[in-house]
């Protein structure tokens, strides 16, 4: 389930992989799941965040597109980022 409350919260992104492991800070901007990310809605597991600073350039997006690959590609862009990986 998405959470309106969430939009315009400051969070920080976590690895994927790491989950202790800080990659970035943001804010989200969307959380309703036809909201679409690179030409794919984000869907109920994800929120959109917009990335305000990169903690570690090479973290890999989970769904990367229009050449953003690693969150060091990301920076001030929307990108779709899982809930579970997010934390205010």
């Given at each position: 389930?998405?959470?309106?409350?969430?939009?315009?919260?400051?969070?920080?992104?976590?690895?994927?992989?790491?989950?202790?492991?800080?990659?970035?800070?943001?804010?989200?901007?969307?959380?309703?799941?036809?909201?679409?990310?690179?030409?794919?809605?984000?869907?109920?597991?994800f929120?959109?965040?917009?990335?305000?600073?990169?903690?570690?350039?090479?973290?890999?997006?989970?769904?990367?597109?229009?050449?953003?690959?690693t969150?060091?590609?990301?920076?001030?862009m929307?990108?779709?980022?899982?809930?579970?990986?997010?934390?205010?």
């Amino acid at each position: 389930m998405y959470y309106l409350h969430q939009v315009g919260k400051d969070v920080i992104l976590y690895a994927l992989l790491r989950s202790n492991q800080p990659v970035a800070r943001g804010t989200i901007i969307a959380t309703k799941p036809n909201t679409v990310v690179g030409d794919q809605p984000i869907g109920t597991q994800f929120c959109q965040v917009i990335v305000t600073s990169v903690i570690k350039n090479d973290a890999i997006l989970p769904r990367p597109h229009d050449n953003m690959k690693t969150m060091a590609d990301a920076k001030m862009m929307a990108i779709a980022w899982p809930y579970e990986k997010v934390i205010s």
